[in-house]
């Protein structure tokens, strides 16, 4: 599950970054094609960079332990003088809830998931077939090719506006649409340039990325491309420019349409007829614009690729010769070590079960708090156990020594059974804990 919502997360930071240099740098601008192009890969890559990425290896100068692959910390235990013994509250708690949240947002991550692709693609895709069962079908011939057309009659005083969903355009039945009309013409367009199945491929990529609002806006930016795009289309086979305007704005009354659909009303009506307007940008000027991409693919890649310390390029005698128990911050660890069939918690529990307060300290009445380092082997096996701190705990205790205490955790940390190793990317890695004993008097 936190791998899912790890690649969820990072997807989205992609997505967001890569929209935003679009939105800046080449929505405004009149190049269609290139814009569509664009957002379909954008909206590719963001899904498929964590994932591609993630096999990749970067070199990364680092002369620590390339076996070890992080540190982490184990809830604390404390023993009393009394013989009673507790796990720490504060960080046994912490661990409580790092359990179950992840597992929380990822129930949340996939209902939203299948709510998404429920509103966004399954209702649509219904709205549609009921429209074509509905209306009335024929065969025509319109520019050059042949066309399925519905005619749809109107529901409840609501007329169906023009539009194409895939190879099938839907007309009001109570209009007469001559096959060279603008409006025939601007669906047919549509219809060529396979607009409906790129809706419908960015609306299922959409569904995984519903928390993110980057993605929703630059599924709207791709409708209105696509509006853009066919309008074009119109005018470059040599409509009247003005005619052709003024059958958009003859048209802005409010109709019925299908998402999923190219309808040939848009809300977008005054950015499609200012678009109109606009001249096209040079060439050289559109390259230098789309150079925003390399950076950001760089820094994808630097993020999503996992880091090859300098150690591990080494050969193997250099290797051995690198101290133990020094830990690698990167990569994270997917799969956490294991104790016995349970978390790394029931570790504590099992030291507890085999660890008494010394007596020497007990008479003396002194206290410590010893924190042991050792590493979990990707056999499973423990090993490199040392202790990497002793504080005294109280009134420090004249001609006592406390190593006592390290000599007791150290001894039952060695005699531990055999863990489930950790894991990174499906394979068994090296992980090395920090494990603080508290041992305190009850006065």
């Not at 604390?76 to 504060?90: P, R």
């Not at 156990?385 to 060695?414: C, I, K, Q, T």
Request: proline share 6%; aromatic share 8%.
């Amino acid at each position: 599950m936190n791998a899912l919502l790890t690649y969820a997360v990072g997807s989205a930071a992609v997505l967001a970054v890569l929209w935003g240099g679009f939105r800046l740098l080449l929505r405004s601008q009149k190049t269609f094609r290139v814009n569509r192009v664009l957002l379909n890969v954008i909206l590719y890559f963001s899904l498929c960079a964590p994932l591609l990425l993630s096999r990749l290896s970067i070199p990364v100068p680092d002369g620590r332990d390339p076996g070890v692959v992080g540190l982490m910390t184990l809830a604390g235990l404390t023993v009393y003088s009394d013989g009673e013994a507790s796990l720490a509250v504060a960080e046994t708690a912490g661990a409580r809830v790092a359990s179950w949240l992840p597992e929380v947002l990822a129930a949340v991550y996939v209902a939203g998931v299948a709510l998404t692709l429920l509103i966004q693609v399954a209702v649509p895709v219904a709205a549609a077939v009921a429209l074509l069962l509905r209306g009335r079908r024929c065969r025509t011939m319109a520019g050059g090719r042949a066309v399925t057309v519905v005619s749809v009659p109107s529901r409840r005083g609501r007329r169906v506006e023009p539009m194409s969903w895939f190879g099938i355009i839907f007309l009001p039945a109570e209009e007469d649409f001559d096959t060279e009309s603008y409006v025939m013409q601007h669906e047919l367009a549509h219809v060529r340039m396979r607009h409906s199945l790129l809706l419908l491929n960015a609306s299922l990529l959409l569904c995984l990325q519903w928390f993110n609002p980057a993605a929703w806006l630059l599924l709207r930016d791709l409708r209105q491309n696509c509006e853009y795009e066919a309008d074009d289309a119109v005018l470059s086979s040599g409509a009247d420019r003005r005619g052709y305007q003024l059958s958009l704005v003859g048209r802005a009354a409010r109709g019925m349409a299908v998402s999923l659909a190219s309808p040939f009303r848009n809300s977008t009506l005054y950015r499609r007829i200012a678009m109109i307007q606009k001249a096209a940008p040079e060439g050289w000027r559109v390259c230098l614009r789309l150079l925003y991409v390399v950076p950001v693919a760089l820094a994808a890649a630097v993020l999503f690729a996992r880091p090859l310390t300098a150690a591990r390029m080494q050969p193997a005698e250099v290797q051995a010769s690198e101290p133990a128990g020094t830990p690698v911050p990167y990569p994270k660890v997917e799969g956490k070590p294991l104790f016995m069939g349970g978390s790394a918690e029931e570790f504590t529990r099992w030291v507890y079960s085999s660890l008494e307060y010394p007596q020497e300290a007990r008479e003396n009445g002194a206290g410590a708090r010893v924190t042991v380092q050792f590493r979990i082997r990707s056999t499973g096996e423990v090993s490199d156990v040392r202790m990497v701190r002793l504080d005294v705990m109280g009134e420090r205790v004249e001609d006592f020594d406390y190593n006592v205490f390290a000599d007791a955790v150290l001894d039952v940390v060695g005699r531990s059974p055999r863990w489930t190793p950790g894991q990174v990317d499906g394979r068994p890695v090296d992980v090395t804990y920090n494990f603080p004993v508290y041992f305190q008097t009850k006065n």
